[in-house]
T-cell receptor
Framework: GQNIDQPTEMTATEGAIVQINCTYQTSGFNGLFWYQQHAGEAPTFLSYNVLDGLEEKGRFSSFLSRSKGYSYLLLKELQMKDSASYLCAAMDSNYQLIWGAGTKLIIKP | IAGITQAPTSQILAAGRRMTLRCTQDMRHNAMYWYRQDLGLGLRLIHYSNTAGTTGKGEVPDGYSVSRANTDDFPLTLASAVPSQTSVYFC?????????????FGPGTRLTVL
């Protein structure tokens, strides 16, 4: 079956760094997406990885290891506005996204 | 209109009633999707459309139907609502259904079936 695993909740301190992990099992693989979703709002796109390695985009970076079925999202210099849920989604062989349940990130001052 | 709009924002519905959730995008995207989001679960795909005139079933299609008469609109219909269809429904679109194309989401419809 197809499955995405990510932690349910994480807590971090303002100004710190946090890493949110995601493991995936899909029928075929066409890339890994990360989305941010604030409470009561729609998901918004953060990053896409299809090749192994690290993609950096400002304070956010995303890493992919296809051989391990593993990705992480790294958030640096955390700000209070980063409090949100972070959704990991893998694209399968039919180009459909399989979504994790999301990681709720709580930022404390 | 800018992006994707959904209507209504929220709705309380009696079980057994018919309901259509509306979705419109102005980005000329070929692909559109309907998801439901439930607490503790990931987004689950209900139906999708790769291009106007075509539709396909996702992971949880039972009890729902869609149509794609044109590029911009992708309505989702619940023929006879049941309480298990209480959820937040998101419509999304992407340029195409292929690899790497990010999906843009509408603001969602919060539906409660009593």
């Amino acid at each position: 079956g197809q499955n995405i695993d990510q932690p349910t909740e994480m807590t971090a301190t303002e100004g710190a760094i946090v890493q949110i992990n995601c493991t995936y099992q899909t029928s075929g693989f066409n890339g890994l997406f990360w989305y941010q979703q604030h409470a009561g709002e729609a998901p918004t796109f953060l990053s896409y990885n299809v090749l192994d390695g690290l993609e950096e985009k400002g304070r956010f970076s995303s890493f992919l290891s296809r051989s391990k079925g593993y990705s992480y999202l790294l958030l640096k210099e955390l700000q209070m506005k980063d409090s949100a849920s972070y959704l990991c989604a893998a694209m399968d062989s039919n180009y459909q996204l399989i979504w994790g349940a999301g990681t709720k990130l709580i930022i404390k001052p | 209109i800018a992006g994707i709009t959904q209507a209504p924002t929220s709705q309380i519905l009696a079980a057994g009633r018919r309901m259509t959730l509306r979705c419109t995008q102005d980005m000329r995207h070929n692909a559109m999707y309907w998801y439901r989001q439930d607490l503790g679960l990931g987004l689950r795909l209900i139906h999708y459309s790769n291009t106007a005139g075509t539709t396909g079933k996702g992971e949880v299609p039972d009890g729902y139907s869609v149509s794609r008469a044109n590029t911009d609109d992708f309505p989702l219909t619940l023929a006879s609502a049941v309480p298990s269809q209480t959820s937040v429904y998101f419509c999304a679109s992407s340029t195409t259904s292929g690899s790497g194309n990010e999906q843009f989401f509408g603001p969602g419809t919060r539906l409660t079936v009593l």
